[in-house]
């Protein structure tokens, strides 16, 4: 019974961590991220079991609930296959037109944008930085510095992950370390 009741918080968003009873966390190893990467060669030189990014997430609906909404947290570890920076497998949602917001907590990076016609661009992702996902845009983050790279989430229950197209497809372009500084190619 909630009438009348005053409830103290179960659940704990503070700097990049989320903290509370039903919190769930997955890892995603660099094993994990086969066949995302250009240098195989580089990529196989690399420990499988090596953490490329975990995300926490908050799912208070049952997946596929229209009208609900999901909140993560992601943190993405600093380092390169060959050139190219670390990320995170990127999707599509699988009912295409739901949006999202990300918003930068720590680090640096960027959040690589493709749409359907295949135009990518990037958008710097630093402490503070909100980012709006409009629906029908494929999403990804790298991570550009020499720290972790966190950020927020929150998208609708029934967005769902289409990951099979970008695993098959890719992004257009892939955000590339020349001479010192992140290129999209
Ligand atoms: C995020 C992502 C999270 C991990 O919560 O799922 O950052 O990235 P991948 O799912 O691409 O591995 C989100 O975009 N949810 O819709
Ligand atoms: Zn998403």
New binding site residues.
């Given amino acids: 019974m909630k009438h009348k009741a005053i409830l103290s918080p179960g659940l704990f968003f503070i700097g990049d961590e989320l903290k509370g009873e039903n919190v769930s966390k997955s890892q ?1 190893t660099l094993g994990d991220l086969a066949g995302i990467f250009e240098d195989q060669a580089a990529y196989g030189r690399m420990p499988a079991e090596q953490l490329a ?1 975990e ?1 926490y ?1 908050y799912l208070p609906e049952r997946e596929g609930t229209p009208g609900g909404l ?1 909140f ?1 947290i ?1 943190r ?1 570890y600093p380092g390169k296959v060959g050139n190219e920076y670390f990320m ?4 599509f ?1 699988r009912l295409e037109d739901r949006a ?1 917001y ?1 918003w930068g907590l720590e680090g640096e990076g960027m959040l690589i944008l493709m749409d359907r016609e295949r135009n990518t661009w990037a958008e710097r992702m630093v402490p503070g930085s909100l980012h709006y ?1 409009p629906g029908g845009v494929a ?3 790298t991570n550009t510095g020499s720290g972790i790279l966190s ?1 927020a ?1 929150c ?1 609708p229950s029934d ?1 769902g ?1 289409n ?1 099979e197209e ?1 695993a098959n497809e890719g992004f257009s372009a892939r955000l590339i370390e020349e001479n010192g500084t992140p290129k999209l190619r």
Wanted: hydrophobic residues 35%.
């Fill in positions: 995603r990014y995300v997430s999901y993560g992601t993405l995170t497998k990127g999707h949602h999202e990300y996902i999403h990804r983050v950020f989430a998208w967005a992950h990951y970008i």
